[in-house]
């Protein structure tokens, strides 16, 4: 059955795909906020290395030299020492998402979202207490020790719950909690940067989306596929028909998915060495390739330094923070988009356009960022300018709310067979960490030196991975997981890498 415009004849029973029940709803959502602490963190660390008390305790040789401001305003910012403090976590996130393919596999998707919220919630107290460097690594290392795990078991969980026909909506609820602790954490660092404590406090905060996001976690119950990848097949079946809703027949669904776990299971490999056979090529490609293009847009580029860049062109303390709001609840509005369009017009129109927009973005930041400060970057941007500077960054928030932002975590979960879905997910969080580490480590560099063509060089990979997508990407809107291998069968490339599966299930009317 071709699945390009949407899925395989339903069979019998499986009208599950097309019904939202307040369950599922309410399930995903409280799922979703996990998504609050990665966002947290993004919005807080950019706001916070920002703060004079703060840098004047752990670097203030940094404070030294933004006082002077005799430097050229690409650079004031430019050390590595405070890089490290705002990447340090992705190093330990990248270890953990690792580690937390086993978690999700062993404990489920559920367990792996408490354990990560706890990890954060501690790490958020040291950070608040900090009282030196060591302090404030060692509980940085922490959270992202916290977001490796909820990164990695949450949009597994959310596109094993959602119905299929609107997995892609569902999912994008992960993205959306990113962007409301984003918004939520500028706003907090706002109000605490007038105070001398106040860095204190907004990393200290970072408790309560933790304690939300886990006391959440704890609620829900575990995905049908992880209960029944774990063998709690009586449980699998009542986490399936309150999610599906009382009416439903939930025998078909609950068949295949033992079917699936019979073949991973039959098969008996380690799945990080099954993911590298040639049948899997394509997933593996995409799970290197998605996370990258992510962190290529330069998206964190924005998120943590908004205010730090909107400082250096211009805008006041206050201004800086308040242009950082904006720039979130843009982001925020584009997300939703996102959920309405993108299980109806599917994800490659989203990422298309997304693409072409911020492409277009980029290019037009650069531009007038030439003209303005000069070649060099000494001269003051008039206040009209730094406007237009803000106004071309948030149609560029809008392109990625709506494409990469959510689809990034949404392929990598629904592209992999049951088998190997953790690991694949793993992967692809890990490059996203390890990605945006190098970097954050290298922007301010890149931007003391190449000042304005910063912007081009993302907009030239923003160019590249918007042709990946239109040649690589094949669309899966509304395809069953467990159908989801037609739609490489059916890809003019990638066809050759895998095998045609015999019917695998009913779902696809055979
Ligand atoms: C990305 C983050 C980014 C955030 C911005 C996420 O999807 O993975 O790196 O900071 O979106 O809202």
Known sequence: MAP?????????????????????????????????????????????????????????????KAAEAKTNMYCVYDSQVLTSF?????MAGLAASLVASRLTTTLGRKNTMVLGGCTFLV????????????????????????????NQATPVYLSEVAPPRWRGAFNTGFQFFIGIGVVAANCINYGTAKHSWGWRLSLGLAVVPAAIMTIGALLISDTPSSLVERGKLAQAKKSLAKVRGKDIDVEPELADLIKSREIAKAANQEPFVTIFERQYRPHLVMAFAIPFFQQVTGINIIAFYAPVLFQSVGFGSDSALIAAIILGVVNLGSILVSTFVVD????????????????????????????????????????????LVLVLMCTYAAGFGWSWGPLSWLIPSEIFPMKIRPTGQSISV??????????????????CHFKFGTFLFYAGWIAVMTIFVAFFLPETKGIPL????????????????????????FYDGK
């Open 123 to 150: 790490g958020a107290a040291i950070n608040g207490g900090a009282a030196n460097i060591a302090m404030l690594i060692l509980g940085r290392i922490l959270l992202g020790f916290g977001v490796g795990f909820t």
């Open 430 to 447: 890990a490059v996203n960490f390890a990605t945006t580490f190098v970097l954050s480590q290298t922007f301010l560099t890149m931007l």
């Open 86 to 90: 705002t990447s340090s976590l992705y």
């Open 482 to 505: 467990d159908s989801m291998y037609t739609v490489w069968e059916q890809h003019w490339y990638w066809c050759r890498f895998v095998q045609r599966q015999p019917s695998q299930n």
């Open 344 to 387: 109806r017009y599917g994800r490659r129109f989203l990422f298309l356009l997304g693409g072409i927009q911020m492409f277009v973005c980029q290019v037009a930041v650069a531009c007038v960022l030439e003209a303005t400060t000069g070649v060099s970057g000494s001269k003051h941007i008039s206040k009209s300018y730094a406007i």
């Open 4 to 64: 390009a415009g949407g899925f395989a004849v339903i069979g019998a029973g499986s009208d599950f795909k097309g019904k939202i029940t307040v369950s599922v709803l309410i399930t995903c959502i409280v799922a979703a906020s996990s998504g609050l602490i990665f966002g947290y963190d993004i919005g807080i660390s950019g706001g916070v290395t920002t703060m004079v008390p703060f840098l004047q305790k752990f670097f203030p040789s940094i404070r030294r």
